[in-house]
């Protein structure tokens, strides 16, 4: 009996948030509030923090998003299928945020780019620097090779400095994880401002269902804390001096391209 109260519940909650979301075509309105939403993209890679920074905007009552969806876009009408997953994956049932957040860090998850041209999509780009990043990526890939994990980087930071040079600057917002770390405030700071939400954004975070889990995020213990920890966790990975060259390049260039057309806390 108890099973099917809650598959019935299940079913008209689907009801529910399929109604409000999919019977208008506007792809940033919902029924029965006045405002749009907006999109939020955290555009990243892999081991950057990107975990970090979701559970970070995800605490501000003006965002919601759990982290990795996994969608792939080609156009906006493919936000309503954003807006409606992450609602339904964490049971929203007032939906009056103003932000509805995904984090994308695979290129091929945007099939086509002229959507990130909205007036109503916000990206906020994190890299982190190749000597922590590579080998964590081989920790969480151990079928890696490291010249796998390397072309990824790369291509990766190659696509994000595309994007950057065709989304408004006022629309962008460029951040380090270092800077997420150990300059938290004026990453905060940058963050209230960019986004013009009414409260502020902390070291401190609200862990979700959905923390720590596997194809979402990062599944370390570390996120699972609820706090920023500065402490880097030991990795027995290491990568060779001539790969880390290739890498500290195309970080740096992508560094600098992000700076030239991104708001920054620089």
Not at 92 to 100: A, G, L, P, T
Request: hydrophobic share 35%; net charge positive.
């Amino acid at each position: 009996m108890l099973q099917l109260l809650r598959s019935y519940k299940d079913r008209l909650a689907h009801k529910y948030y399929h109604f409000r979301i999919h019977s208008l075509a506007d792809p940033y309105r919902i029924r029965g509030r006045k405002q749009p939403i907006k999109i939020l993209f955290i555009l990243s890679h892999m081991r950057s923090g990107s975990s970090l920074l979701t559970h970070i905007l995800n605490s501000n009552p003006e965002i919601i998003g759990y982290g990795e969806t996994h969608l792939n876009y080609a156009s906006e009408l493919d936000f309503k299928k954003l807006i409606f997953k992450v609602y339904w994956q964490l049971k929203d049932y007032q939906m009056n945020h103003q932000y509805i957040l995904d984090k994308v860090l695979h290129n091929h998850k945007f099939i086509e780019h002229n959507f990130l041209l909205s007036e109503q999509v916000y990206c906020i780009y994190l890299l982190r620097e190749p000597q922590r990043t590579l080998p964590s990526i081989l920790a969480l890939k151990s079928h890696w090779s490291e010249s796998k994990a390397l072309n990824y980087y790369i291509d990766r930071l190659a696509i994000l400095e595309n994007y950057a040079q065709l989304i408004k600057s006022n629309h962008s917002l460029f951040i380090t994880y270092d800077q997420l770390v150990n300059q938290s405030s004026l990453v905060f700071n940058a963050l209230k401002s960019f986004l013009g939400t009414q409260e502020g954004f902390s070291a401190n975070y609200k862990t979700l269902k959905t923390t720590g889990m596997k194809g979402v995020g990062d599944s370390s213990d570390n996120i699972k804390t609820g706090q920023i920890i500065k402490t880097a966790r030991n990795l027995e990975q290491t990568i060779s001096a001539e790969l880390t060259e290739q890498a500290e390049k195309a970080f740096n260039q992508c560094y600098s391209t992000l700076a030239k057309y991104c708001l920054s806390i620089e």
